[in-house]
């Protein structure tokens, strides 16, 4: 079974702060992927990887950067994180063969105060 | 643009057959997917169309076609366990997953 675990389920931060959110996978996929969801918005993707230290910005990327330096690890880096990014982050991953079937992780909840 | 447009909300009772609707606007397109998501929980993945035609894993079913830029999810024999949200989600040429914005299903007894 693959398995994506995310560091956190739940996350207080202040406003200002530097966040990490780690995400690891363990089945070797090529594909990694951070999303938020937010109510009656479904899933955004935020930033994508198809390879170790390659990343490429998706539909909502502002406020956001990754980092990607082993296969099995995706970070997502809020720089300074601001109250509207309070919301449910969710990490994926896929085979290079099968972006269309994506495993999540169980997800972070952040609340910026 | 990129849209996608599905149902908010859906009620059916426990042993009915339910159908969710997803029609897409895209660029790109590739294929369509399914995601079953239980409240606090993670995504699944149910399945994928990126022919015309159906897509049938036991009680459930995927419908595309392309060239009405339509695609539905079908349940049949709900069980109260699948009272949760499905999403589609459009595959597109990038290998990026661009999803819709999920429809609450809710099984009665």
């Known amino acids: 079974d693959v398995k994506v675990t995310q560091s956190s389920r739940y996350l207080v931060k202040r406003t200002g702060e530097k966040v990490f959110l780690e995400c690891v996978q363990d089945m070797d996929h090529e594909n990694m992927f951070w999303y938020r969801q937010d109510p009656g918005l479904g899933l955004r993707l935020i930033y994508f990887s198809y390879d170790v230290k390659m990343k490429e910005k998706g539909d909502i990327p502002e406020g956001y950067s990754v980092s990607r330096e082993k296969k099995e690890r995706f970070s997502l880096i809020l720089e300074s994180a601001s109250t509207n990014q309070t919301s449910m982050y969710l990490c994926?991953?896929?085979?290079?063969?099968?972006?269309?079937?994506?495993?999540f992780g169980p997800g972070t909840r952040l609340t910026v105060t | 643009g990129q849209s996608l447009e599905q149902p908010s909300e859906v009620t059916a009772v426990e042993g009915a057959i339910v159908q969710i609707n997803c029609t897409y606007q895209t660029s790109g397109f590739y294929g369509l997917s399914w995601y079953q998501q239980h409240d606090g929980g993670a995504p699944t993945f149910l399945s994928y169309?990126?022919?015309?035609g159906l897509e049938e894993t036991g009680r459930f079913s995927s419908f595309l076609s392309r060239s009405d830029s339509y695609g539905y999810l079908l349940l049949q024999e709900l069980q109260m366990k699948d009272s949760a949200s499905y999403f589609c989600?459009?595959?597109?040429?990038?290998?990026?997953?661009?999803f819709g914005q999920g429809t609450t299903l809710q099984v009665k007894p």
């Open positions: 989600a459009v595959r597109r040429n990038t290998g990026k997953l661009i």
């Open positions: 169309n990126a022919l015309d």
């Open positions: 994926a991953s896929s085979s290079g063969q099968g972006p269309h079937e994506q495993y």
